[in-house]
């Protein structure tokens, strides 16, 4: 049977800790279920890598890194030592780079960001009904306002001017579109075998048991924002049972905090996806929760990388103190992915996600250290048949 190989780059701040923790529950379901993964460390903490070699990952990390199946990030983001005097610091325009650089690279043109707020998870929204949202937020990963073209004219001047181009192509607007539709089809289906199912009315008076809300800022950048609209009323007649939605991304933020509930599958611009999820990833309990995944779905060659919505919080680096749910969740969320060709490893996924969730149900508001979350969850997993 075909083996799993994940490249484990624990990255910066708190990634190697809560890596750790993602680590040794790998090691106890693979031992427990006799599971075919494999993984190799990489450590390549980018501010010691860059002083070091002038890079902050090494020059050929790109080629590693395919070889692997998938790529499971801690956080990537380290200024150094920002209190020594005769520091050296490292902007984040390079130790996140190669962030950008994978995404790219491997094409995973998908960035799944779930905000479903768990029971014990921190609820920001006083009202009740915030014990329903249960939203995933579907980003595009590979173009739109992330390409990166541009420049600065004048550097530095009076008159300087500064200039970021925005690419937007039918080809990969089609495709996130469709995705999400088929996402949303998915989700109906296993909340009807949940007996959750959830409705929402179309324009037509009709009732549908999922939605897509396609996002942008046609008011006012319309070129991409109308080729949007159009690419969706069109994909929306191959799903006659998928209720269709659009909001501006303003409106949106409002109503994310206003009815975060009353949204099922939401699909949104590079940039306007990454802000949303911000506030999407408040909504589900905060950072310390917050899963997401990129994912190239259609090449088999290509690595997807698993890395939470956080950050590498240097704030808090070494210091024990991470909550590494989020990066459990995101584990859970690869081994799912592995088995759309592999029963056992699905099912590992799935009880790695129901540990997860079981201990934030059952320590709700609990000052723990990432060990101690880590601990408890590992001691579930070794429990549970
Ligand atoms: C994220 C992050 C990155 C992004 C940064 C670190 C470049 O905010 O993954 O959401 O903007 O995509
Ligand atoms: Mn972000």
């Known amino acids: 049977a075909k083996s799993f190989r994940i490249a484990v780059t624990p990255g910066d701040g708190i990634g190697p800790e809560v890596v750790a923790e993602a ?7 693979k031992t427990k279920h006799n599971l075919p993964l494999e993984w190799t460390n990489l450590p390549w903490p980018s501010h010691a890598w860059h002083e070091q070699h002038g890079e902050s990952m090494p020059a050929d990390a ?30 984040d325009s390079i130790s996140l780079a190669p962030l950008l650089d994978m995404r790219k690279g491997f094409d995973q ?31 595009e990963n590979s173009e739109g306002e992330y390409v990166g073209q541009g420049g600065r004219l004048r550097k530095g001047r009076p008159d300087e001017v500064a200039t970021q181009m925005e690419v937007f192509t039918r080809r990969a607007t089609d495709r996130i579109i469709r995705y999400g539709f088929e996402q949303a089809r998915k989700r109906a289906s296993e909340r009807a075998e949940a007996g959750t199912s959830r409705q929402f009315k179309t324009l037509d008076g009709r009732t549908c048991e999922s939605q897509v809300c396609v996002i942008t800022k046609r008011n006012a950048l319309r070129y991409w924002g109308d080729m949007y609209s159009e690419a969706f009323e069109e994909m929306a007649k191959d799903y006659p049972d998928v209720a269709t939605h659009h909001e501006l991304v303003d409106a949106a933020c409002m109503k994310f905090v206003q009815a975060p509930w009353a949204f099922d599958v939401v699909v949104a611009s590079n940039l306007q996806g990454d802000i949303l999820t911000d506030l999407a990833a408040v909504l589900s309990g905060g950072m310390g929760v917050a899963p997401s995944c990129n994912l190239n779905p259609d090449d088999p060659d290509m690595p997807s990388m698993f890395e939470p919505t956080h950050g590498s919080a240097p704030d808090i680096a070494g210091e024990g103190l991470a909550d590494p749910t989020a990066m ?11 088995g759309r060709q592999n029963d056992e490893v699905n099912a590992a996924g799935k009880a790695l996600f129901d540990a997860v969730a079981a201990d934030l149900a059952e ?16 001691a579930r997993l070794e429990k549970a048949g």
């Open 23 to 29: 680590v040794r529950c790998l090691e106890l379901l």
């Open 62 to 91: 790109l080629e590693q890194l395919k070889a692997y199946d998938a790529i499971l990030l801690g956080a990537l983001g380290d200024p150094g030592p920002v209190s020594d005097p005769n520091r050296y610091l490292l902007p």
């Open 109 to 139: 043109w998908v960035c799944e960001r779930p905000a479903r707020l768990l029971p014990g998870a921190r609820q920001y929204l006083a009202d009740e009904r915030a014990k329903d949202i249960d939203m995933l937020v579907i980003r």
């Open 328 to 338: 459990l969740f995101t584990t859970a969320r690869m081994l799912e992915w592995f």
């Open 363 to 378: 320590n709700s508001g609990s000052r723990r250290g990432t060990r101690e979350i880590g601990d408890a969850i590992c």
